[in-house]
Nanobody, 123 residues
Framework: VQLVESGGGLAQPGGSLRLSCAAS????????MGWFRQAPGKEREFVAA????????YYADSVKGRFTMSRDNAKNTLYLQMNSLKPEDTALYYC?????????????????WGQGTQVTVSS
């Protein structure tokens, strides 16, 4: 299993970034996927999750209404569109493969992780 994130970088407050996660080594369309983030000195936290089909999504309250998660099962790729970015969104963002089909928020429900992509929101 390999998960490779991309799309991170520096954005101004109020700006946007789109993260991607290229998946390989497993049948992507058969598993839910998630995005998590970890800021310096803090624990890794849930950001968003999507079901195997993309029909169901689940967001942390802190990003609801600003972030949109999607997937393209034909391309084995996961996305996270981040709008209205805030300095508190600054973190290393990870994509993760869930153990099952449903969109879930708990870390224990994920078994493979990417290396992360850095997002920094600053003026």
């Amino acid at each position: 299993v390999q998960l490779v994130e991309s799309g991170g970088g520096l954005a101004q407050p109020g700006g946007s970034l789109r993260l991607s996660c290229a998946a390989s080594g497993f049948t992507f369309s058969m598993y839910a996927m998630g995005w998590f983030r970890q800021a310096p000195g803090k624990e890794r936290e849930f950001v968003a999750a999507i079901s195997w089909s993309g029909g169901s999504t689940y967001y942390a309250d802190s990003v609801k209404g600003r972030f949109t998660m999607s997937r393209d099962n034909a391309k084995n790729t996961l996305y996270l569109q981040m709008n209205s970015l805030k300095p508190e969104d600054t973190a290393l963002y990870y994509c993760a493969k869930a153990k099952g089909l449903r969109a879930v928020a708990t870390i224990i429900e994920y078994d493979y992780w990417g290396q992360g992509t850095q997002v920094t929101v600053s003026s």
